[in-house]
């Protein structure tokens, strides 16, 4: 029986793991001899020929080691190299010459479309959105993002404890690139007075304007989410001319971040003391929660399942706690959604 190959590129998410623990039972259950692919498609640019700089065989007992371990055993790494067409009909032909019948790739919106160059060459894919940021619309979640948000709810939960006791506001940065979903529902779960997402042209005033109706309630023990791409798309706010004259060392064009609007608020909330964190890649780091770990066995098994069948090019998603899937084109063609209702109640009440 000829091989399969597995790799997981962009950012690593939990379950990443779990899913080529899944991925390997599932092809052994067929026959079919599992190959790891290394550090995303950097190993399929052919930059040795020493099979071991670029690939793994996945034997089960290895996998069955690493299944609930965060990160990604197999490397992931961005590969800028593989947007050249003639860089990737060189790791086609890698493959053909492995002997590989079908290739899973978990990964985010630029690894499937990586997949789907690779199906135009002949090689058989499947994509399994391995990403926290919930950025991908054809699906109701993506991999990994059920265990960043419960690290970011339990943050959050952390941070209030503390600003109750001190009576003292906070604003907290979490991961999601331009996609506001862990924030918004970080916010939700924890009941976070305010909570800003890149879907939203916010301005520093409106923030401020909130904290302040907060105080005005009686709340100095507020929490401000932010998701970290929100500054791309906030009204324009000059840093340095607004925290100069208060004497914070402060350079000319410097660009807002969480650190920075929390000054920012002091000052335009009568002396708060705001404090801040950025959640930072502990959102990336913990064992996929239970329900990351289901996703990652039945996308897993399905995505064997289709290869067995003679079916690619597919984006393996979600629906209603069910596991599906739709040709990859379709899956990216998807029009975001994101709950401007709940934004909106959020931060109303
Ligand atoms: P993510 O998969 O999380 O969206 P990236 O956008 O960085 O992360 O994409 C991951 C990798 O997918 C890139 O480093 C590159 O190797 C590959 N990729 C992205 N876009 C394309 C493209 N248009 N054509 C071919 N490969 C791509």
Redesign the pocket.
Known sequence: MSNIAVLT???DAPGMNATVMSVARNAAYYGMPLIGVKR???GLLGRTNNFDDNFVRLDLDTVLNIADMPGTYLRT???????DPQV?EKSAQILRDLDISGLVVV???????????LCELGIPCIGIP??I?N?LSYTEVTLGYDTALNVCVDTVRAIRATSRSHDRPHVVEVMGRHCGDLALYTAEATGAEVVVVPEKRWSVDEIAAQCNRQLDLGNPRMTVVVAEGCWESMAPFDVYKFLKPHGVQVFPGEPMTTERLTQILKYKCNGAEFRHTVVGYTQRGLAPTARDSIFAFEAGALAINLLHKGISNQAIGMKNGKIFHMPMADALAVKRHFNRKLHHLLNAL
């Open positions: 590129s962009g950012g995303g498609y950097n790494a961005r590969c800028d190299e593989f947007k990737r990964g985010g919106d630029g690894s499937f479309q990586g997949a789907m160059r391995g990403t940021d950025d």
